[in-house]
T-cell receptor
């Protein structure tokens, strides 16, 4: 069984730039959730994708957007980067049946630094 | 709203000491409760979970009991090891939503 993988592991960008982060979900999982974890804080929910459509969103501005592909992998895009976007970005996959969502399994994260 | 409150760290214990990390929650509906662990430089790993009141989750010597009357899910281990040094996150997911709500984490350091 392949776990959740994310790329890249580290990234440095400058303010105003755009960034794309990638996630491959665990085998058999059809749902991907993205979280932002600032230093010393718990993860904050950004949004979730289920069957290629956004299925819930946290309190993040529209410059945070995403995609899910037919193979259930996913991308997180952030436009117009700000210094406060510096964080660890975590992807989590799960199996969602429409009635009950199973446990989310997390990838190792992408650490983004905005200068 | 939904939220999780954890005891503040950092926590430093000697090997073989007893561990308790407190977690209380506020939630709409009937949440499932989780403990995740994050080792240095890694993502979150599920440690244990409980899906209804009075359930006890357990794994690797860690235990937590879902207490609806006190809205708590405290993490305990009878004898910690150096390898347990990590950050521990309490989390909930409501039965009406699709996102997890995490506490701020509690850093544990176990010294030999």
């Amino acid at each position: 069984e392949t776990g959740v993988t994310q790329s890249p592991t580290h990234l440095i960008k400058t303010r105003g730039q755009q960034v794309t982060l990638r996630c491959s979900s665990q085998s058999g999982h059809n749902t991907v959730s993205w979280y932002q974890q600032a230093l010393g804080q718990g993860p904050q929910f950004i949004f979730q994708y289920y069957r290629e459509e956004e299925n819930g969103r946290g309190n993040f501005p529209p410059r945070f957007s995403g995609l899910q592909f037919p193979n259930y992998s996913s991308e997180l895009n952030v436009n117009a980067l700000e210094l406060d976007d510096s964080a660890l970005y975590l992807c989590a996959s799960s199996s969602e049946t429409g009635l009950y969502q199973e446990t989310q399994y997390f990838g190792p994260g992408t650490r983004l630094l905005v200068l | 709203g939904n939220s999780v409150t954890q005891m503040e760290g950092p926590v430093t214990l000697s090997e073989e000491a007893f561990l308790t990390i407190n977690c209380t929650y506020t939630a709409t509906g009937y949440p499932s409760l989780f403990w995740y662990v994050q080792y240095p430089g890694e993502g979150l790993q599920l440690l244990l979970k409980a899906t209804k009141a009075d359930d006890k989750g357990s794994n690797k010597g860690f235990e937590a009991t879902y207490r609806k009357e006190t809205t708590s899910f405290h993490l305990e281990k009878g004898s910690v090891q150096v390898s347990d040094s990590a950050v521990y996150f309490c989390a909930l997911r409501t039965n009406t939503g699709n996102q997890f709500y995490f506490g701020t984490g509690t850093s544990l350091t176990v010294i030999p």
